[in-house]
């Protein structure tokens, strides 16, 4: 610009008789950038030092302030408090010189769908889906692209499009799954991974889809299977589209928000730092929207997103929490995907990681490709949705199979798309209806154990002279039965006052013999409803829980309190 000069040596500024250095290498402005959801504009800002460009995008205001644009030099860019003020002067005059070949780049803090109702195209890491088939993209206006490209909030969210990549072939993918094609349970997972950009196309709501059960059955490959479909499904690999539990629940929300229309994948529930980010997980990502945080200006904006939660552990996540309208949404899947014996399942199992973790990142973007070569079909599929819906709602017939019933018809039409979008050569099986009974069993089996947890806790309240209380005596000539459980205090052990109580304990064989009296005869699967629910109080991941009657330290099935009030609501609508 005029008054200056650029140089080898950095940047000078041109007075009437001396020339001052500015910085110490050649500083540019190397591209305007605008946020497609929220229209602020970025610059990007390149400084050249030992033979390399180096850049990085910062938000106008940044650069338009002494006091703001020194945040750069933890960059390596050459600016000292100092020569801020000048550096800023010598900006604003080199984007004003250079306008007309800065053009406008769009930029977007999330992926997937871009613009209202996905009309600026489909982001998939770096790179732009379908660009050709968007429709209502206003045309370029002389200093505008029409192409997103995804601009993260800060440096962990930049590695997050780095697992967004392709290995291996198509062809090579679908061979790999043809293996598996009749196994319902790794292709309800597959089909849900598909079905995270459908959330925006039916208008629907978000999925969350849970495999339990002991370690060793195929849960980890099945979500690999799952995140092949968009990428790298290699967790160790930095940015994989499948990520542990062990992250934070913030960093959970923030991948959330970032990953718009992609399904969020997390392996082995049991690594989470704490039991409540699990829950408030889960609650989240039925609701679509992060916590309300606070920011030095007031409300940080809050994360929103529209996703599908593919989640593994060895406990049903459901047993996190105690929603009972979220952990109706939780479609629940108990046992090996593969659907046999550990030594059956090493081979096969064995075999399909490998050629996901070679062929991978194809299907997903085909698949979007398809939606927008086909966006006329969008209100077809609609009401194909509604209707399958609808049927489904029919089929459950009780208030928890109503709620999930969406779900799955949301997963079925992906299936139903993914045959015709990547020409799946295997015959098309619907794998709800392969499934159905396993996934409607927590609601239907759920009546026994609703009706026998409350009376369990109707016993419990008649017979409260057979509860351990801390008071002299011998206790009731049958025995304790069990004991109020009240919060657990420092030292570990349940400090229960009156009405303070957290759970009713009973102990297992007193329980049974309870529960049998009265016509509940089938006890494991009554206790294992209450566990998956997130009925008892335990002990890690085991049903029982620790404790002590008099001198004795003793394993109880313990009811909590929130339990029985849920139960109560869930018989109330069973009644109507």
Not at 298 to 312: E, F, K, M, P, R
Not at 316 to 325: A, C, K, N, R, W
Not at 429 to 441: F, K, Y
Request: aromatic share 8%; with cysteine.
């Amino acid at each position: 610009p005029e008054g200056w000069l650029l140089d080898a040596a950095g940047v000078h500024r041109l007075m009437a008789e001396d020339v001052i250095d500015v910085a110490s290498c050649p500083v540019i402005v190397a591209g305007r950038l605008q946020h497609i959801d929220t229209g602020t504009e970025h610059l990007k800002i390149a400084w050249r030092r030992n033979g390399n460009w180096k850049d990085r995008v910062v938000l106008r205001s940044v650069v338009a302030a002494a006091r703001t644009i020194v945040a750069l030099a933890d960059y390596g860019c050459p600016v000292t408090s100092n020569g801020a003020p000048t550096l800023v002067q010598y900006i604003a005059d080199f984007e004003a010189a250079n306008y007309a070949h800065l053009p406008l780049q769009k930029v977007s803090e999330h992926f997937g769908w871009q613009g209202d109702n996905g009309s600026a195209g489909f982001l998939w890491g770096s790179q732009a889906i379908g660009a050709d088939h968007a429709d209502n993209i206003e045309p370029a206006t002389g200093d505008e692209t029409t192409s997103v490209i995804f601009q993260g909030t800060d440096a962990g969210n930049d590695e997050l499009q780095d697992g967004f990549c392709a290995g291996g072939s198509l062809d090579g993918w679908i061979g790999t799954i043809a293996t598996v094609a009749q196994l319902p349970r790794i292709m309800i997972n597959l089909y849900a991974s598909l079905a995270a950009p459908l959330i925006l196309v039916l208008r629907t709501r978000n999925v969350a889809i849970d495999n339990s059960g002991e370690t060793s059955g195929g849960k980890t490959i099945t979500l690999r299977v799952a995140g092949s479909v968009w990428g790298n499904p290699d967790e160790t690999h930095r940015g994989s589209v499948v990520s542990k539990w062990d992250a934070t629940r913030v960093g959970i929300e923030r991948r959330s928000a970032a990953y718009q229309n992609m399904p969020i994948i997390l392996d082995d529930t049991k690594l989470a730092s704490n039991r409540n980010d699990v829950a408030q997980t889960l609650y989240h990502m039925s609701t679509g929207c992060g916590r309300t945080r606070g920011s030095q200006r007031g409300l940080a904006a809050t994360g929103t997103w529209q996703t599908v939660l593919i989640s593994s552990g060895e406990a049903p996540i459901t047993s996190f929490s105690h929603d009972g309208g979220t952990r109706a949404r939780a479609l629940q899947l108990w046992g090996s995907p593969f659907q046999a014996s550990s030594t059956e399942v090493a081979s096969v199992a064995n075999a399909v990681n490998q050629g996901v973790m070679t062929h991978f990142g194809h299907a997903g973007p085909a698949f979007v490709e398809y939606l927008m070569a086909n966006r006329q079909r969008w209100s077809e599929w609609q009401t194909q949705h509604r209707e399958l819906t609808q049927s489904y709602m029919d089929r459950g017939n009780d208030a928890v199979a109503a709620r999930r019933s969406e779900h799955l018809a949301t997963i079925s039409i992906a299936a139903q798309i993914a045959h015709e979008a990547l020409n799946l050569p295997w015959e098309f099986a619907d794998p709800v209806d392969a499934l159905w009974d396993e996934l409607m069993a927590s609601t239907t089996e759920a009546r026994p154990a609703v009706r026998a947890l409350l009376y369990a806790a109707n016993w419990a309240t008649a017979n409260a002279d057979r509860f351990y209380q801390m008071k002299p005596g011998s206790g009731p000539s049958a025995g304790w039965v069990g004991k109020l459980i009240g919060p657990i205090d420092g030292t570990g052990r349940d400090n229960v006052a009156q009405h303070r109580w957290c759970s009713i304990g009973f102990i297992e064989f007193q329980l049974k013999q309870i529960l049998a009296d009265e016509g509940f005869t089938d006890y494991e699967a009554i206790t294992r409803a209450w566990f998956d629910n997130g009925w008892l109080q335990t002990t890690s991941q085991r049903r029982k829980l620790r404790t002590r009657i008099g001198a004795d330290n003793v394993y109880v099935i313990a009811i909590t309190r929130e339990s029985i009030e849920e139960a109560a609501e869930l018989n109330s609508e069973h009644a109507a």
